[in-house]
């Protein structure tokens, strides 16, 4: 279940234009086939063209390919939701343009570098234009559509011009090759992009979140807060070096006195772990900026409440273990919690080797010889860090989440400091241990043995701040210590303000 949509303080919703474009949309397909037309003429003229320097891979081949495959497969698979989100497709084509621009033959001729300088110009204007235009800052298409037709008259230009005089085998050349054809497919098929795209009416209070400029599939884009908070990401890149780690021990008769309260209801494998995850869901509630999370040296609001666990069939060395996923809501009560974790620990359970979907996934990246499966997590380290994975990946990934939760008192040992993953975006890990007994001196001065509850967390210091952290945590503790409260459903669910 999704967060209902986020109002920033000053009610964008009702501000920034928003579009989409819907599957049944004959632009959509239109700019799908141009797409693959351009693709397809590319690698023709890739074949022919034969090594010209690392520069001509970069900009000749990879960009204009990615942002090709990328707008054409994308459009009408996601353009509904979230397609005009990023970009970065018009930016690879741009600067893809400039690069035949200058290195074209048609730029050395004297009566055309006139022309090549206007072209530059004119590629950094369709970028710029995209931006404006899909990022709600200029409420027409029109200036963008003009912009990305103006290339159409300057590379007729230019073929009238090699097709005259000393340039003639230039031009016969270019026609040849097929590059022509995939640059003039290419620009052509950004112009159906954007015709493609449906200018949404009004939003009303209610509706869903609409995804907008900068969001991400799994958050929405942070748009506020003060200049640091966009600083300080760049300057700590890691999550290891942006940690933070709090430890807690906690008195643990109302823990214990909950627990049997709930089994006693009917709730029979109800324990620690649900208390406290309902603890946290319940944190949420009031504190939502600790679901945010940081990728691409950006803070997002995650748009629902994920936690992944480590389960294993049995406590044998050796044994098969995986991670499961939870789907919560801040609004749960504690037996919605139980009701949600357990049904995921018997999905798991129900495989004969605890196979979930992404171990499965682990063991076809298995196959892969290892320099090759370096290059591919460095290819998912790259598409996660611009946002480009696609929403199945996200769903099977344990390194994708709000919170990373772990039980080291099943293992007989205290709760650990565990790490935050540096793939992935998971903001806070915490690890419990088993209940332990203390001797401690009453308000009478008499020693008397008490249960204590510890865990610790790690948290990523860059998506809130320090008081941020402490007001969640003290909440989290109060919560803990009088469990009673998560029967009942929270008056609010409170939304990140920015």
Not at 78 to 103: D, L, Q
Not at 316 to 335: F, H, Q, R
Not at 349 to 370: Q, R, T, V, W, Y
Not at 420 to 449: C, H, M, Q, S, W
Request: one cysteine or more.
């Amino acid at each position: 279940m999704r967060l209902s949509p986020v109002l920033h303080k000053d009610g964008f919703m009702d501000k920034v234009t928003t579009y989409s474009a819907r599957r049944g949309n004959v632009f959509v397909w239109l700019a799908s086939l141009a797409m693959l037309v351009s693709i397809v003429f590319r690698v023709i003229w890739l074949t022919k063209a034969g090594g010209r320097g690392l520069w001509f891979v970069i900009f000749g081949a990879v960009l204009p390919l990615a942002a090709a495959l990328f707008l054409g497969v994308r459009l009408p698979i996601r353009g509904e939701k979230y397609f005009f989100v990023t970009v970065r497709p018009a930016m690879c084509i741009g600067i893809c343009c400039i690069y035949s621009i200058i290195a074209g033959t048609f730029i050395r001729t004297r009566g055309l570098k006139l022309l090549g300088i206007s072209g530059i110009v004119i590629c950094i204007a369709q970028v710029v234009l995209y931006y404006l235009t899909f990022s709600g800052k200029i409420s027409t298409k029109i200036p963008a559509l003009l912009v990305w037709a103006i290339p159409w008259v300057m590379m007729l230009a230019s073929l009238i011009g090699l097709a005259g005089g000393r340039a003639s085998a230039s031009f016969a050349a270019v026609l040849k090759e097929g590059h022509f054809i995939s640059e003039l497919a290419m620009v052509l098929g950004v112009i159906f992009a954007i015709f493609s795209a449906k200018k949404l009416p009004p939003y009303q209070e209610g509706d869903p979140y609409r995804y907008r400029y900068g969001d991400r599939l799994d958050g929405r884009l942070v748009r506020g807060g003060i200049p640091l908070d966009k600083v300080s990401p760049y300057i700590m890149v890691n999550r290891g070096g942006a940690s933070n780690l709090i430890n807690y021990s906690i008195d643990a008769s109302g823990i214990e006195r909950y627990i049997h309260k709930k089994r006693k209801d009917g709730l029979k494998h109800f324990g620690t772990t649900h208390v406290l995850l309902a603890s946290y869901v319940r944190m949420c509630s009031e504190y939502p900026g600790v679901m945010r999370f940081l990728s691409g040296q950006k803070v997002f609001q995650r748009m629902k409440l994920t936690v992944k666990m480590v389960v294993k069939k049995d406590l044998k060395l050796g044994s098969p273990e995986t991670i499961i996923s939870v789907d919560l809501y801040p609004g749960d009560t504690a037996e919605d919690v139980y009701e949600k974790f357990n049904a995921a620990v018997e999905e798991a359970n129900a495989e004969a080797d605890l196979d979930s979907g992404f171990d499965k996934l682990a063991g076809l990246l298995n196959l892969i010889p290892g320099v090759f499966l370096k290059f591919m997590i460095w290819l998912l380290k790259t598409l996660d860090y611009f946002g480009l994975l696609p929403p199945e990946l996200l769903e099977l990934s344990p390194f994708h989440g709000s919170l990373f939760i772990t039980s080291m008192g099943s293992l007989g040992i205290p709760p650990i400091y565990h790490h935050l993953y540096d793939f992935g975006n998971i903001p806070v890990f915490i690890a419990f241990g088993a209940k332990r007994t203390e001797n401690v001196l009453n308000a009478g001065g008499e020693p008397e043995k008490k249960k204590y509850f510890d865990f610790k967390a790690v948290t990523d210091e860059r998506i809130v701040d320090g008081q941020y952290y402490a007001a969640a945590f003290k909440k989290f503790k109060a919560l803990l210590l009088r469990p009673e409260i998560l029967d009942e459903k929270p008056e609010a669910v409170k939304e990140d303000i920015y």
